[in-house]
């Protein structure tokens, strides 16, 4: 009995300490137990009892405080848990916020050099705008955007060909003009070279061909302008009209054949054959003296084919038609056909003119190579300033400052720009979850706040521990001395027995000594 109030006290002193809300305390009667008599065995079973509704009644108040500790501890998890979340969240919303800010540099950065492309250009589109031309290139005004964009930049070389389209159009169809001046030039010199060296070449100049060219002619047949002069007395106005009319008719480079003969059959030619004279009146042999420059043509027979051809003052003064004729007026006629010439100078007549004929067409020659040579020198000329104008169009149209360097820029800006957005969403999105993650600490940590001071415990894990390591304790204690209490009636009854017994026994043992006394 008096361990049991011993440690009712120390338990009921613990239970203080330990703010158990309990009113556990030991009864009076075992503080000072007495056992005299079967009665206070009674009182101390009755206090046992007593004893035992309080353990019960503190058994219970600490269970509470245990479970108070227990759901104090729980708190305390979702506490320190709520603060990793917290913790994780705030590194997570730190890393996003350099993110966010990393980015916002970037596209500062990105912003900054965009306006400084778009700048550089602008500033080397006016100076290409104004770049100086040669002299006489046309060039139109370029109007260059006053804003910058995609569809500006595009437009931009389309408007630079436009202001040098027509000079350029017209640069090359002055080259093509002159390149073809030049080719007709260049032509023309060949054909004046190749005219010079024939003229050079031949023995002597001969009149023109006819119009029907001839396949080939007798090599015994010479033509009656290489077998003639013009006689002494012959003014010189008289040669170059009877020289033309013997041309027009074709007298003048007609054949005449060793025999005089006519043409035979297959031969295509034109002939002066030998026949009888004109009678009466000047002919071709009183203008003409035969020369016979060619011996294999007698001089007689040359005589007299000029002896059949008339000679007149006038083409009017033709007696007969019949009688081939030439006028010293430069007409002529032969039968039905006859015509009228004229001609500056002899040209195939003797061999003076022909002397002369040659330097005149040799002269003739050298003025128009000298005058297509000025033509193809002035062509060249015009060609190659149209080609410089071309050139100097297209060069500039190839020096147009490109807008790559500014289009980088943009896509640089842009992409910038979408990182910034992607770092700025996922920022306020750690942001939000930190925030919500505060938010859940500070009121879990409310409750459990709420919770220790509605328990008076602890809000700190080694606290919590303790209390409940004192609580376990306490309740160790509290069981050893509830079973020690529970122990106690049966030993009390045993004692009353007891008691009962050795009073009997000595009433009895009284009694026989009263007996013996008196017997």
């Given amino acids: 009995v008096g361990a049991i109030a011993t440690g009712s006290h120390a338990l009921a002193a613990e239970l203080v300490r330990s703010e158990v809300d309990t009113t556990f305390a ?34 219970d108040a600490l269970g509470a405080r245990l479970a108070a500790v227990h759901v104090a501890r729980g708190a305390l998890d979702d506490v320190e848990r709520a603060d990793i979340a917290r913790a994780s969240a705030q590194r997570v919303e730190e890393a996003a916020e350099q993110r966010e800010e990393a980015a916002a540099r970037r596209h500062e950065t990105a912003g900054a050099a965009a306006t400084a492309a778009e700048e550089h250009l602008r500033a080397e589109l006016r100076q290409w705008a104004t770049l100086p031309l040669p002299a006489q290139v046309p060039l139109a005004d370029v109007a260059l955007p006053d804003e910058f964009t ?41 054909q004046l070279r190749s005219r010079r060296a024939a003229v050079e070449a031949e023995q002597d100049p001969a009149p023109p061909p006819p119009a029907l060219p001839r396949p080939s002619r007798d090599e015994t047949a010479v033509p009656l302008w290489r077998l003639v002069d013009f006689a002494a007395g012959v003014p010189q106005p008289e040669r170059a009209a009877i020289e033309a ?3 027009s008719s074709g007298i003048l480079d007609a054949a005449i054949r060793p025999d005089g003969s006519v043409l035979i059959a297959g031969e295509f030619d034109t002939v002066l054959s030998l026949g009888p004279a004109t009678s009466g009146g000047p002919t071709l042999a009183d203008v003409l003296a035969v020369t016979v420059a060619e011996a294999r043509i007698p001089a007689d027979i040359v005589a007299g084919v000029l002896r059949r051809v008339a000679v007149v003052e006038r083409l009017d003064d033709v007696a007969e038609f ?4 030439i006028a010293r007026d430069g007409g002529w006629c032969l039968g039905v ?50 080609a410089a104008q071309r050139i100097a169009l297209e060069t ?59 328990n008076a415990l602890p809000t700190d894990r080694t606290g919590l521990d303790a209390r409940a390591e004192q609580l376990n304790q306490l309740t160790r204690q509290l069981e050893r001395l509830a079973a020690n209490a529970s122990r106690l009636p049966a030993a009390l009854a045993g004692w009353r027995d007891d008691f009962a017994s050795r009073q009997v026994d000595s009433l009895a043992a009284q009694q026989t000594a009263r007996d013996a006394e008196e017997a």
């Avoid at 000072?32 to 058994?59: F, H, K, N, W, Y």
């Avoid at 595009?154 to 080719?183: K, M």
């Avoid at 019949?322 to 004729?325: D, E, K, V």
């Avoid at 006859?338 to 003739?364: D, I, N």
Wanted: zero cysteines; proline letters at 4%; charged letters at 25%.
């Fill in 150 to 190: 995609d569809i500006a930049l595009d437009e931009l070389p389309d408007i630079a060909r436009a202001a040098a389209a027509p000079g350029i159009e017209a640069a090359r169809a002055a080259e093509i003009e002159a390149g073809s001046r030049a080719a007709s030039a260049t032509t023309m010199l060949a």
């Fill in 322 to 325: 019949a009688h081939p004729s």
């Fill in 396 to 454: 500039w149209l190839q020096q147009m400052p490109l807008s790559t360097a500014l289009r980088e820029a943009w896509t640089r800006l842009a992409a910038a720009s979408d990182d910034l957005q992607r770092a700025l969403a996922e920022a306020n999105v750690a942001r939000a979850d930190a925030a919500r993650a505060r938010s859940v600490l500070a009121e879990l940590r409310h409750a459990l706040d709420d919770l220790a001071r509605a």
């Fill in 337 to 386: 056909l006859s015509g009228r010439a004229s001609k500056s100078a002899p040209q195939y007549v003797g061999a003076s003119a022909r002397a002369a004929e040659r330097e005149r067409r040799l002269t003739e020659i050298d003025d128009e190579t000298a005058r297509t040579t000025v033509a193809l020198e002035t062509a060249l000329r015009h060609g190659q300033a149209a």
């Fill in 26 to 59: 030991a009864p009076a009667v075992l503080g000072q137990p007495r056992l005299r008599e079967s009665g206070d065995a009674d009182a101390i079973v009755g206090a046992v009892d007593v004893l035992t509704t309080s353990l019960r009644e503190a058994t």
């Fill in 245 to 247: 009319a013997l041309e």
